[in-house]
């Protein structure tokens, strides 16, 4: 990231005609766009969503409130245009892409064995990284995937400890059976990989999914490419992980859209130290609470480039 | 507000593709707006922002890091468009009216007498009852006025109990010395204004402003043709509450858009049962705690309106 963008947005936020600090997270938001576009004064022109999908193996311990066939019903919804996600993204003006990962090929089942090959996981991380257009300026990245919510709490217990109770919720609503088959199938991935855990990318391809090692490689593009990026809920969190995990500043290009009310995200946003946007109450994935999010930080591009000067405007400053 | 246009809501919520109530509160404030609007498809063709701007006596007592000369230099500058709410109305595609009552004539200095008389408090009510355009689908409501977050903790004592240090902040930034004084004059008000601090209108009238006297005329306006409310920070709030004092569903259609960091919003929003919709340290006024929230509920309208049921999706429901 440009230090000298977000000092320079720094020091224009100053001169603007409110008093100092009063627009609260939104000149720091406008700062760390800057930085991390390397731009003094930051665009969003052009804000992208990914939504990766894929299929867990996993789902054969009765984790999901719903079967695995949705995965690829909701994906054509979202090819027709009716899912939160398709609305969302209308209304925040941003484009929209679905990236399917193998959905008639799941994962293995990670309670038996590697959830992923050495090289179905280099695929998956491989398209995420081709799915980041040129010219973007904001990266939304989400997920779908039937399962998903026990693949993220197995990934992030092994790359920060702690177990299936401590990392598993509710994810589409199941009840109090499928939430203990939940944690007892974590709990047993745990402990078949227990000797592959502390290297974060193995962690990913035995505990993970094709669509987690998508949001990966995007936001690994991300970083390398200089745009920021706006995570999702516990999986696309999750997901993206690894790269704190690879290094100490590895997401500082990243925020989190949405606290998710699946538990589990708000630990995971607070062994990240990030605080996010907003919370809503919202747990539906599909990238909607990096979507719900977006306006906020347009709302702070907006103020950043388009506020008059106390110079400007003839306005006195403070006494 | 309709009953059952709530109720349509949320029974077509059940039929949207998603898990039920993965959508948190984007669901619960789909059924607001239409309970309000009296629609079963809530819109928000219409979004207006009122920004009311008045003069305060009580300036006199050193209450305020700013001079009275910015409340007009402020308006100038909305005039011109080089505000933060220019910027945040422009980005959530809201129109914006400021409407100035009475600058070059403040209020008296409520320490000495009443604020304002009779025939001003009525008149600037008026001028807010007057100033919500007819076909108006979400109404938020701002203020600006050096001086006024004195005003607004002073009556939100009168309306809940407490005193100049329990209510009383920084504002634009006043420092130490400046906040023993603001907390010093609060009380000195109380303290003469005790006698009629149990009617929330003659409260509004002895401890309160025009500007907000505007917000309440406005407010109430809403209320009676079944507008939705978007409250701003603490004066925006303050200057409403009297209508939860006259009535205890009084304000039910207004919420609030953004927790402001001016110390004694939470505990109002507290006390009038309310949970803002977004918490992003922002203390400026305007009504940009407002329009920062308003994607939020084109983020909900746009959910509700746009998806596709399960049966329209072919998509799986729970097992």
Redesign the interface.
Known sequence: GSADAAAAVADRQLQ???????????ESLAAWLARWQGREAPLLNRVVILVFAGNHGVTARGVS???S??TA??V??FD?????I???A???RADLTVVPLDLDRPTADFTESPAMSEADFLAAVNAGYAAVPEGTDLLCLGEMGIGNTTTAAALTAALFGGDGEHWAGRG??IDDAGLKRKREAIDAGLDRHQDILADPLLAALSLGGRELAGIFGAALAARIRGVPVLLDGFVSTAAAAPLAKLSPTGLDHAIIGHSS?EAGHWRLAEALGKVP??D?????GEA?GA??AI??L??AV??H????TFA?????N??
């Not at 603007?16 to 939104?26: F, I």
């Not at 027709?80 to 939160?84: P, Q, R």
């Not at 809503?280 to 539906?284: H, I, Q, T």
């Not at 400007?312 to 006195?316: L, T």
């Open positions: 603007l005609t409110k008093p100092p600090g009063s627009l609260g997270r939104l409130a719903f079967p066939s949705v019903q909701m054509a919804n027709s245009g009716g899912a939160a398709n609305q969302l209308k209304a925040a589409t609503g009310a946007l907003v809503l109450g919202m747990r539906l909607s979507a719900v306006p906020i347009r709302a907006a103020c480039n388009g506020m008059a400007e405007a003839g306005v006195d403070k006494d």
